[in-house]
């Protein structure tokens, strides 16, 4: 899993008793370096977690073979990056099983919370309907100790008209990206690289680096532009992990000490984008 991933991901490994192993991100893409997970693999690793973080796609031929090689499971944690795309097929759809999430701050968001799994498996689709209503296939029937985490109907049904927009939306963020890209020219200020194919980004999150991130941080407030770090504390840093305080990521730290989230979304107005991108390259 990768080091600087959103605490949630490493809950979920913890939650199931599992113990993560993180691996440095690329510092271009922050997601997993893919050539360095095999460094990171033993004969008790079970499956590789992929977090497609900010909505970046991440995945490739050398990753399944790798799985494929060490016969582990490829997990993603698609929590960011729902519409993306890989070749022609949907992140959810790339590995064995794949976690979603409608958290209403997500580019599919609920009135609450809500969340999916996707997976290919029929046997394995079957276990988790059955764990997320307490372990039941049949009405007080019990065959796993499960849990209440039933989708509830009233989000179902939000769910269900918004994602008719998700595509749309998606591309409204592009729009707000592109021009982004094109228009922010302060040298100090380092801009996220776009991938090849452009599916292979839903821009959840538009995400540069800055020396001074806190100052910056600071004056977009001073002028009226909200922005969010994400993250501040890297998962093997906080207090709910003593187990993993010895561990010490150099990228990981400095994607932390640099990283600030520029506002992004699909009903930002022409004028508030130019106003961030204005206060932006006025920025000394
Ligand atoms: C939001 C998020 C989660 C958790 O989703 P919930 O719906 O809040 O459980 C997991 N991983 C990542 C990367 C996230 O951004």
Redesign the pocket.
Known sequence: VPAN??I??IL?ITDNCLVPVLVEPDIDTYNINISKIEAAITSKTKAIMI?H?YGRVVFSEELKALAQKHDLKIIE?N??AIGAEWNGIKTGNLGDAA?F???PG?NLGALG???AVTTNDDTLAKTIRALANYGSEEKYVNKYQGLNSRLDEIQAAVLDVKLQYLNEENEKRREVMKYYLENIINPDIILPQLPENEKEHVWHLFVIRTIERNRLQEYLKDNGIQTLIHYPIPPYRQEAYPELHHLYFPITEQIHEEVLSLPISPVMTNEDIKKVVDTLNNYK
């Open positions: 991933t959103y949630a991901s979920a977090v973080l944690d929590a960011q976690g999430s409608f958290y997500k919370d809500g969340g």
